[in-house]
C-alpha cells in the first residue's frame, strides 16, 4: 500500500496505482479535463505509476503545463492521422509556428486537399473516441537516431546525433512512434477539441486556448505576421539553420562565425529598409515602435535612428515610459496592484498636446519619468521638430490609434517589432516565441536589475496578460513588421542563462519551469558571444552593447 495526500486528505491505495486512476477519483473537483499531476516539485504523466507515499496535486488543461502537453498530443494525434491517410505517398509533415492559438502546417510528399484534411481530421476524431495510450518507452540514443532515420524524420536524427545522453524517451500511439520535448496526455480521449483548416500552402490546427481549454478557438489570419514568419523560415532553410539539430551542425564544424556575421548583416539590411520607407514619406513625422517584452525595441530604435542619419533624417528619440502618469494616479488591477502594462497608466492627454504643439511648430519641454520616485520630471529637456526631423518613439502602446488620437494619421509610421523564432527542434516539435523572449528577458533582468531567474519566471504570467491586452490585438496595424530574433542567439543565451536556472531552489513553484527550460538549452550546443557586434540586438541582453543599454 500507498499513503497519498490530495488537497490535504490522506487516503491509502494499492501499491502501483497510476496518476490516472487517482485523477479519475477527484476529477469533479475541476473544472477542465486533468491532463498532468505534480508530486515533489516535479510533473508526471498520468500513466506513471505511483510506488512511495507522496502529496500530489493535478492539473488540467487550463495551466500552463497542461495546455502546452494538449498542444503536443494533439500533434502526436495529427502526425498519426494523416500518415494513416496519405500512407506510402507521404514523406513528412512539418509542425511550423503558432498564430494566434493556431499551429501552422505545411505537408512534404502529397498534395494537400479539402478532401485529405477532411479524412485526416475524421480520423482524429476516430482515435480520440478510441481512447487509445499514448506509450512512452526509454531506448538508446543511438537506436532512436537509426529510427528516425528509416522514418526519414531527418531534422529529429539529426538532433539526437547531437545529444549527450545515453537514453531518450520516444512515444507510441497505436503503432506510430516519435520524439517529443515534453511531457504527453496520458490517452486520446483528452483530445476532444480541434480542427483543420487550410491555409495558405498548408493547413492550421485550431485548438483551444488557456482561458476556454473546452472551446475551439477560432481562426484569425494575420497575413503581416504570417509573412514575417515566413520570410525568417525561409532565411532559416537557405542558411541551412531552420533547426537546431542544424545549428548544432554549423556550430560543431566552426561556421558560428560566418552564421553570426551573415544574420546581423540581414538584420542591418531589414533596418536600413525600413528607414528608407520612411524617408521616402515627408509627411512620415512620428514613428511608432511597439513590441512585446525582450523584443529589443531599444537597441533597434538606437540602430533605426542611425540609418535614418545616413538619409539626412534627424531622429529624436522619446520613450513612452516617460509619460507615465504619477504612481499615485495609476490605476490598478483586480489585486489592487499598479498596472503599468494599461493604457490608463500612460498620460494620454499631455503626450498629445506636447506631440501636437511639436508638429505645429512649437517647442516643448519632454518630461522624463523617476522610476524610483514614481513621478514625472522635468530637467530641461527642450526640443522642437524642425524640416527633416522625426520622433522615433518607443513604448508598449505605440500602435493603439487611442495613444496618438490627435496625430494626424499620414503622420505615424508604426513599426511591430518581435523576436519571432525562425528555428525550431525538429519537424514536428516547436519553439515557442515567448521560451526565447523568456530567457533574454531572465539574462538582461539579471544583469541590468539584480532580478533572479525565480522572480523573472514569476513575473512573466503577467507580463504575458498585458501583452494579450494592449499590444498583440495592434499588431496588424502596423504599417512593417521587424523580425528581431537571431538565428543563434539561443545557443549564446545558454551559456548566460543556465546558471541563472541551476540557482533556482527545487521547493518553490518556478522550479519546474526552470527545469523545463534547462532540459530544452540542453539541446544546443552554446556559443561564445566574443563574436557578437557590439551594436547587435542581442547585446541589449548579454550586456557590451555600444548603446550602452
Avoid at 502546452?68 to 491517410?85: A, E, H, N, P
Avoid at 520570410?231 to 552564421?259: C, F, M, P, Q
Avoid at 540602430?303 to 502618469?325: A, E, N, V
Avoid at 523617476?370 to 513621478?375: H, M, S
Wanted: proline share 3%.
Amino acid at each position: 500500500m500507498v499513503k497519498v495526500k490530495i488537497d490535504g486528505v490522506a487516503k491509502e491505495y494499492d501499491d502501483n496505482i497510476t496518476y490516472k486512476e487517482l485523477a479519475k477519483e477527484h476529477k469533479d473537483s475541476y473544472e477542465y479535463d486533468i491532463i498532468l499531476a505534480r508530486c515533489g516539485g516535479k510533473l508526471m504523466e498520468l500513466n506513471k505509476h505511483i510506488t512511495q507515499d507522496c502529496e500530489v496535486c493535478f492539473l488540467d488543461t487550463s495551466y500552463d503545463s497542461g495546455h502546452k502537453t494538449y498542444i503536443r498530443g494533439i500533434t502526436l494525434l495529427m502526425l498519426k492521422s494523416f500518415y494513416d491517410v496519405a500512407g506510402e505517398r507521404l514523406k513528412n509533415v512539418f509542425v511550423k509556428y503558432a498564430i494566434g492559438n493556431s499551429c501552422y502546417c505545411e505537408v512534404e510528399g502529397t498534395k494537400l486537399t479539402q478532401k485529405l484534411l477532411s479524412d485526416v481530421e475524421e480520423r482524429m476524431h476516430s482515435l480520440v473516441e478510441k481512447d487509445l495510450p499514448f506509450e512512452k518507452r526509454s531506448i538508446d540514443t543511438e537506436d532512436a537516431v537509426n529510427i528516425f532515420g528509416d522514418y526519414g524524420m531527418y531534422d529529429k536524427k539529426e538532433l539526437l546525433e547531437f545529444r549527450r545522453v545515453s537514453k531518450v524517451n520516444i512515444y507510441t500511439l497505436d503503432g506510430f512512434e516519435d520524439y517529443y520535448y515534453g511531457y504527453m496526455p496520458p490517452s486520446t480521449g483528452i483530445l476532444k477539441y480541434f480542427n483543420l483548416q487550410l491555409y495558405d500552402k498548408g493547413f492550421v490546427i485550431n485548438m483551444p486556448n488557456r482561458k476556454t481549454p473546452n472551446v475551439v478557438s477560432e481562426f484569425k489570419s494575420s497575413p503581416k505576421l504570417f509573412k514575417t514568419l515566413q520570410e525568417a523560415s525561409d532565411w532559416g532553410r537557405v542558411a541551412g539553420a531552420d533547426t537546431v539539430g542544424a545549428l548544432n551542425n554549423i556550430i560543431a564544424h566552426g561556421k558560428a562565425s560566418d552564421l553570426i556575421l551573415v544574420q546581423e548583416a540581414l538584420q542591418e539590411k531589414k533596418i536600413a529598409g525600413i528607414a528608407e520607407a520612411i524617408a521616402s514619406d515627408d509627411s512620415k513625422k512620428f514613428v511608432m515602435i511597439a513590441g512585446p517584452s525582450s523584443s529589443g525595441k531599444t537597441s533597434f530604435s538606437h540602430r533605426l535612428s542611425i540609418q535614418l542619419r545616413t538619409l539626412g533624417i534627424k531622429p529624436h528619440r522619446i520613450s513612452l515610459d516617460d509619460y507615465f502618469k504619477n504612481r499615485e494616479d495609476t490605476p490598478k488591477d483586480e489585486n489592487g496592484n499598479y498596472d503599468f502594462e494599461c493604457l490608463g497608466a500612460v498620460d494620454v492627454e499631455l503626450f498629445n498636446k506636447d506631440m501636437m504643439q511639436l508638429l505645429n511648430g512649437g517647442t516643448v519641454e519632454l518630461p522624463e519619468f523617476n522610476f524610483i520616485k514614481g513621478q514625472r520630471e522635468y530637467k530641461g529637456n527642450f526640443m522642437r521638430l524642425d524640416e527633416g526631423d522625426v520622433f522615433v518613439i518607443e513604448g508598449i502602446h505605440g500602435l493603439n490609434d487611442k495613444l496618438s488620437y490627435s496625430l494626424p494619421k499620414e503622420s505615424k509610421f508604426k513599426i511591430y517589432i518581435s523576436a519571432l523564432t525562425q528555428l525550431n527542434i525538429d519537424e514536428h516539435n516547436r519553439i515557442a516565441t515567448t521560451d526565447g523572449r523568456l530567457i533574454r528577458r531572465m539574462v538582461r533582468d539579471a544583469r541590468t536589475r539584480g532580478t533572479s531567474a525565480a522572480r523573472t519566471i514569476a513575473m512573466w504570467p503577467s507580463v504575458r496578460r498585458g501583452e494579450d491586452n494592449y499590444i498583440f490585438p495592434f499588431q496588424e496595424e502596423a504599417d512593417v513588421m521587424f523580425n528581431s530574433a537571431l538565428i543563434y542567439e539561443l545557443a549564446v543565451l545558454k551559456t548566460y542563462v543556465e546558471p541563472l536556472l541551476f540557482g533556482i531552489p527545487k521547493d518553490i513553484p518556478e522550479y519546474i519551469e526552470a527545469k523545463r527550460l534547462l532540459k530544452f538549452l540542453d539541446y544546443f550546443i552554446g556559443i561564445n558571444s566574443e563574436d557578437i557586434p557590439k551594436n547587435s540586438l542581442l547585446r541589449e541582453f548579454v550586456g557590451g552593447s555600444i548603446f550602452k543599454v
